[in-house]
């Protein structure tokens, strides 16, 4: 059975691109708008992989992320940033996750994601 990945992002059209192109990696994907949003989706379990935007205007990706922590602790995540630097980096370490910069270019940035989504696939497998 395919897993379902979420989608955080406030971009409706990175939202839109990243759920299709996620979908045609072979996974279930559903998006979200808001930090808000995504959690009440991982409170009715239906989510095994989170691809978390890090800017968001209602809450950011690390308090989201506080915040889906304490729903489930093992949930897998991915966070994006547009704007990289140490204290996001250190943040999302801090809190076991991987982070990736959407600042490459959009195929490393692809090509990146959907080894980290196989790789944490793989994982849950086992």
């Keep these: 059975m395919a897993k379902k990945v979420l989608i955080i992002d406030d971009d409706l059209d990175v939202l839109g691109l990243m759920v299709e192109r996620i979908k045609s990696w072979g996974y279930e994907a559903v998006g979200a708008t808001s930090g808000k949003e995504g959690t009440e989706i991982i409170k009715n379990k239906n989510a095994d992989i ?70 944490i696939d793989r994982k849950l497998d086992k």
């Design 50 to 119: 989170v691809v978390l935007d890090y800017f968001m205007p209602d809450m950011n990706g690390v308090d989201t992320l506080k915040k889906m922590r304490r729903i489930d602790s093992k949930l897998p995540v991915i966070m994006l940033t547009g704007y990289p630097d140490n204290k996001v980096i250190e943040s999302a370490e801090k809190l076991g996750i991987v982070i990736l910069s959407k600042a490459s270019s959009y195929q490393d940035t692809e090509v990146a994601l959907k080894a980290v989504i196989q790789a």
